[in-house]
């Protein structure tokens, strides 16, 4: 069964600093992997995706993150924290078999607190 | 604009009262599903339907149950609501290309009193 960790429920950054919201998963096979954003009273938003490729990902206002295969790690980043970034962050694995159900499995979230 | 619509957005109700939470996407996408978000526990999935009339259990359906006579719409039925579907709700739909990423709706925040 492919499962997700969060280890940190919350991350504290002033802003200008750089900011890294931590993933680890359990997935069979090569895995499909996701970063969503939740702002308050909204939905969730995709922020980027690593489905193969290059290990750096780069995605939405200004997020990148780094898969390693080798530690199954798909890190969130972002060189300077913005006030505006503070939200609740998912990280997901997919599954990636075609006939499978394509549930997102997600981590429980991280809280970003940007301090100004 | 690509979106996903789901109604209402809160929900206070009495435990044993139908109730219906509607969910509509305009990407034409064949995938949809149902997730329900509770504090510390993430999204868990509770139904998906890969395309018109063909709808599947996901990870915590109990409770719960699902339509898709249409391609855009994928209401979520709870038949008799108990105080522990008390959660907030997100409908999803993607494509079902591989790496297809999904789009969500704005919540139904539900509370079963």
Known sequence: ?116 | EAQVTQNPRYLITVTGKKLTVTCSQNMNHEYMSWYRQDPGLGLRQIYYSMNVEVTDKGDVPEGYKVSRKEKRNFPLILESPSPNQTSLYFCASSSLSRGAEAFFGQGTRLTVV
């Open chain 1, 1 to 116: 069964a492919q499962s997700v960790a969060q280890p940190e429920d919350q991350v504290n950054v002033a802003e200008g600093n750089p900011l890294t919201v931590k993933c680890t998963y359990s997935v069979s096979g090569n895995p499909y992997l996701f970063w969503y954003v939740q702002y308050p009273n909204r939905g969730l938003q995709f922020l980027l995706k690593y489905i193969t490729g290059d290990n750096l990902v780069k995605g939405s206002y200004g997020f990148e993150a780094e898969f390693n295969k080798s530690q199954t790690s798909f890190h969130l980043k972002k060189p300077s924290a913005l006030v505006s970034d503070s939200a609740l962050y998912f990280c997901a694995v997919r599954d990636p078999y075609p006939t499978g159900r394509r549930a997102l499995t997600f981590g429980s979230g991280t809280r970003l607190q940007v301090q100004p």
